[in-house]
């Protein structure tokens, strides 16, 4: 349920809101560190979005969002230092008109899912947006063998949008995975999720044959848990708000 002061915000105000909210949770809850971001499709101008300027996510504050057009370049000649993957965000608002939301994340537990020969699928109803396995984007085959890993320009960013598809989550061997939403609380819950499905699927593993979501429980899954994305978010919210006070 939205506060009062909530009701009366602006849809970008809001906005900068979520994502200041969503990079203080997405470090509380382990999916980022030093490094990772989390943007938003601009809701009044969707050839552009917004992601904090380059930092650590956990000191990201609202005066700390800036705006970017659908190029990666930072709107009005704002000088100040943007993250270098945002070419990853610019690429798949530019082929993902339903993308509101983007995470970029180098969440432990999934990382092994992407330089195995293990698909990363889920096995718990809360991971159903899994579908039948995220897709592993392999960068060798966009910028040969000695890249530093790194989204770090358009065709690079492109070659990543067009790996996920129409998926949720796209593995990147070597380096992380991205997951997106059509909010900002739905892409931070698939965020959360695909680390918590990466764990639960590894300890399976080791205990023998595992019995995979279908597809059919997959996608029934999937659409029962958005919408019910409020109630984790403003759980974990609450649990990021408390671990900041006690800094």
């Known amino acids: 349920m939205k506060s009062k002061l909530e009701k009366l915000l602006s ?15 997405l470090f509380n809850e382990g999916v980022l560190d030093a490094f990772g971001h989390v943007s938003a499709r601009h809701p009044g101008d969707p050839s552009r979005f917004l992601l904090a300027r380059s930092m650590a996510p956990a000191l990201v504050q609202t005066e700390d969002i800036m705006q970017f057009g659908l190029d990666g370049q930072p709107i009005e000649d ?6 270098l993957e945002r070419f990853i965000h610019s690429a798949i608002y530019r082929s993902r008109p339903d993308v509101m939301a ?4 180098h969440s432990s537990s999934v990382i092994p899912f992407g330089v195995t020969n293990t ?22 085959h966009a910028a040969g063998c000695a890249s530093d890993m790194l989204i770090r320009n358009s065709g690079l960013g492109d070659a990543l949008a067009e790996t996920l598809g129409n998926e949720s989550v796209v593995l990147m061997r070597g380096h992380g995975s991205t997951a997106v939403g059509d909010s900002v609380k739905q892409a931070v819950f698939r965020a959360v999720y695909t680390e918590k499905s990466a764990q639960l699927l590894a300890d399976s593993l080791r205990l023998g044959e595992v019995e995979y979501l279908t597809a059919e429980e997959a996608a029934a899954t999937s ?25």
Not at 78 to 83: G, Q
């Open 11 to 25: 849809p970008e105000s809001q906005v900068v809101f979520d994502l200041v909210d969503a990079n203080h949770i």
């Open 78 to 83: 704002d000088p100040r230092p943007p993250y």
């Open 102 to 105: 983007i995470v970029h994340s």
């Open 119 to 140: 698909k990363l699928r889920p096995v718990c109803h809360m991971g159903g947006f899994l579908g039948t396995g995220a897709p592993l984007f392999e960068i060798r």
């Open 223 to 247: 659409k029962a848990n958005d919408g019910q994305v409020e109630r984790p978010w403003q759980l974990w919210k609450m649990a990021a708000h408390a671990a900041r006070a006690k800094t």
